[in-house]
């Protein structure tokens, strides 16, 4: 597509429960990266992909964060037994590389608003 | 770790007026520096960007100086319009993996 759709924009949940958040880069690139980010605070890295691995889970803040990625393309962010500080923007990013030319130029998705009760 | 912090985290300037956004790092092998633009409900946007090996570069009303010897970087944006009403983000990576590393932001207000 055009730019970095993710869905849902918002979403309200209650405690315990599983959410998935889902990342639909442009197409063709390679790269794709999951941020966090809680209210009025910076970008907190959580995983990158390239193609379809992770090569650096190292950001998931517990085993409740997961995340994977097929056919090179969309991506999804599953958080099981939500905890309300798990409540925040949870952005995608992709860059055409990771390595190489473009590959430092991340496009931004708008984001999925979590709120958990 | 690494750490990325901004001096400011708030500030407002005359539309017209030029603004000055500071932000400072700790990793002195970082190689890559990002400044990101984020408008509220929107996922950052990119601005301008510079390699090590320079300490100023220019854009459209924007441009970034980078000092290495103090690990400091900032934003200067001229003529400062209402539309440039947002909160930024410098960030940096060493290369490895192309991890970004994003300072706290600082909210940019502009006054009519």
């Known amino acids: 597509g055009a730019g970095v759709s993710q869905s849902p924009s918002n979403k309200v949940t209650e405690k315990g429960k599983d959410v998935e958040l889902r990342c639909d880069p442009i197409?063709?690139?390679?790269?794709l990266y999951w941020y966090r980010q809680s209210l009025g605070q910076g970008l907190e890295f959580l995983i990158y992909?390239?193609?379809?691995?992770?090569?650096?889970k190292s950001g998931l803040p517990s085993d409740r964060f997961s995340a994977e990625r097929t056919g090179g393309s969309v991506s999804t962010l599953t958080i099981q037994r939500t905890q309300q500080e798990d409540s925040a923007v949870y952005l995608c990013?992709?860059?055409?590389?990771?390595?190489?030319?473009?590959?430092?130029?991340?496009?931004f998705g708008a984001g999925s608003r979590l709120t958990v009760l | 770790g690494e750490s990325v912090g901004l001096h400011l985290p708030t500030l407002s300037v005359q539309e017209g007026d030029n603004s000055i956004i500071n932000c400072a790092y700790s990793?002195?092998?970082?190689?890559?520096f990002i400044w990101y633009k984020q408008e509220s409900g929107k996922g950052p946007q990119f601005i301008i960007d510079?390699?090590?090996?320079?300490d100023k570069r220019q854009g459209q009303r924007v441009t970034v100086l980078l000092n290495k010897t103090v690990k400091h970087l900032s934003l200067q944006i001229a003529a400062t319009q209402p539309g440039d009403s947002a909160v930024y983000f410098c960030?940096?990576?060493?290369?490895?993996?192309?991890?970004?590393?994003f300072g706290g932001g600082t909210r940019l207000m502009v006054k009519p």
């Open positions: 990793n002195s092998a970082s190689d890559y």
């Open positions: 960030a940096l990576s060493t290369g490895a993996g192309n991890m970004l590393t």
């Open positions: 990013a992709s860059s055409l590389r990771v390595t190489g030319a473009g590959a430092n130029v991340l496009t």
């Open positions: 197409s063709g690139h390679t790269a």
């Open positions: 992909f390239q193609g379809n691995s992770a090569p650096d």
């Open positions: 510079i390699r090590s090996n320079m």
